[in-house]
């Protein structure tokens, strides 16, 4: 082992000893946030050490994230999320970068009736639902699935409107238009493609939190002259016994555009196991294939791991990641993760 990696590995373990307390000052309860007055302050952070294949060892912030948001009334009810991104704090042979800045949301709701919101702003996009809930201490991997963000911009900016026919019941809807492209661009720039004028509508059924089921359909312009493209989305969970099951099937046609492609048809799933050991270990396997519309082969991604949750809101996260065929995605190789959600 590397002096560096001695060195990485002792920070890790500053980090969980700073992190075991139990008991925090105040009425502050460790992935609550902090409330002042009707605002409520929180947000997580992901720190990442990856050692891929083909590439350098590196110690990554990959994300530091805070939310603000207040409910004031039904149509004061505002929320923004600002991340730090990509910081790189150690590399193997060198090359730390300070990473960049982002709003990743900006939008306020108003409360049209008690079934009926309007959103209106920069939000996710109801895709699925690894979109909807990405930030890391929620997920179980240090890596994402294609299937949950490579067809489809993960941001929209523009209106959306939530129906929820009632409080208790399990059935709700989500339709959202975006006119132009995305403002305050952030993460989605950085995926292969950038859209424009999207709109979608997306159906959810929740039995409970184990059991979900939900299809998800968009349009959107492909900028660039990639085309029209058309995308639909099954996804959900249930459980078997002890284990919980996670999984997103994606199809997109794309349509008409100047830019060469491999393939007029894109898309692919994942199917996800999550095995409790004990209350605070867990054992994951993930499972993917996906066919990018720029490449003839498939990629093939296989990951396996660990997780230790001495809390709720912190995780440590072990994972091999075996990546074959089509070059996107993360590289195969072992992936680390430190996410608290404070």
Known sequence: MTAWRTGVFGLCLALQGLCAAPTLAGD??????ENIGPVNLAGYSNLVFEAPHSGPDALILEGLSLFVSAHVNRYFNPFAEAELEGATLAA????ASSGKISVERLYNDFELTPSASLRVGKMLTPVGEWNLIHAAPLVWTVTRPLS??????????????DIQRAADDNWGAQIYLQPGRTALA???ELTPRQYSNVGGLDIRYTGDVLNRLGLSLQTAEVRGSGGNQTLGSLYGGFNTGSVMWDFQVDVTDIRGGTVARAHD???GGFLQAVYPLTSRWFVVGQGESFQPRDYAARARHWAVGAVYRPRPAISWK????DAQGAPV???GGVYAAWTVLF
Do not use: W
């Not at 502050?28 to 946030?33: C, S």
């Not at 963000?149 to 941001?155: E, H, I, L, Q």
């Not at 072990?318 to 990641?321: A, D, I, K």
């Open 28 to 33: 502050y309860h460790l992935g609550a946030g």
């Open 92 to 95: 193997e042979h060198g090359g």
């Open 148 to 161: 949950t963000y490579y067809s489809f911009p993960v941001f929209v900016s523009g209106a959306s409107l």
């Open 186 to 188: 952030g993460k989605d």
């Open 265 to 267: 048809r894109e898309g």
């Open 318 to 321: 072990l994972e091999y990641l």
């Open 329 to 331: 995605g993360e590289p």
